[in-house]
């Protein structure tokens, strides 16, 4: 008796406390050419997402969409024909298939293009190299790319 009334009081304590949202994350790369670099908008045109120096980093709100918190924007997949998929920041979201795997974005199984968790780079200029969602292994032709790229969390440890 005493441990069903025990446990209605937790249940009842639990359901009164308000959940905790997640924090605002950067979002990362972890291997060459791009380690350590970090996701944000390409100062020559804020519409393309890159990976870049932390310095310039920005920080995201992550669920189904991928929100930046500085500059409000959200990251959205395109249609491309190819297997690799422009990503573009815009102000309005049009992606509703991103999730994590443990620290890892990647889109969710559930959505149009499955459970992806690879990305390409293309270098733009100096550090800033431009980021696709990837389903394949197609790269464009005449650019420096790094294919299989994933995107992280910092450290949950």
């Not at 959940?19 to 380690?35: C, D, G, H, N, Y």
């Amino acid at each position: 008796m005493f441990s069903s009334i025990a446990n209605y009081f937790l249940l009842v304590a639990a359901a009164a406390i308000p959940t905790a949202l997640a924090k605002p994350e950067q979002i990362r790369a972890v291997t060459s050419p791009i380690f350590h670099y970090y996701l944000q908008a390409y100062p020559e045109d804020p519409t393309i997402p890159v990976m870049g120096p932390e310095s310039s980093s920005e920080y995201f709100e992550i669920g189904s969409t991928i929100q930046s918190t500085n500059t409000s924007a959200f990251l959205n997949i395109g249609d491309d024909s190819t297997s690799y998929k422009t990503l573009t920041f815009a102000d309005a979201s049009s992606t509703d298939a991103w999730a994590l795997e443990g620290d890892t974005i990647i889109t969710a199984t559930g959505s149009s293009f499955g459970r992806q968790l690879n990305f390409l780079v293309c270098q733009l200029s100096g550090s800033y190299w431009q980021v696709y969602l990837q389903t394949g292994s197609e790269t464009p032709s005449g650019r420096t790319c790094s294919n299989y790229q994933s995107l992280h969390l910092p450290c949950l440890c």
